[in-house]
């Protein structure tokens, strides 16, 4: 290295030819055999309890306002 601060290489040049390449195989998660998602199931029951949560809350506050 100089003192200005450059690297001073040599350009390069590549003369050949670019190795074949074969399309890349997408692997599956070594649970992906098993056919339930558990975090989706997971998901799911939490969202079912936050419907039913939200109906009681529902019902509550009709039956206060009334």
């Known amino acids: 290295m100089s ?3 450059k690297c001073e ?4 040049t590549f003369k050949g030819q ?3 390449t074969k ?5 599956q998660r070594a649970d992906s055999s098993n056919s339930t998602n558990t975090s989706m199931d997971k ?6 309890q936050l419907e039913a ?3 009681g ?3 509550l506050r009709e039956e206060i306002v009334c």
Do not use: C, F, H, V
């Open 53 to 55: 949560m939200t109906d």
């Open 43 to 48: 998901l799911y029951n939490i969202n079912t």
């Open 18 to 20: 670019k190795p074949q």
């Open 23 to 27: 399309p890349a195989n997408k692997k």
């Open 9 to 12: 290489q040599p350009k390069l």
């Open 57 to 59: 809350l529902s019902e």
């Open 3 to 5: 003192g200005n601060g």
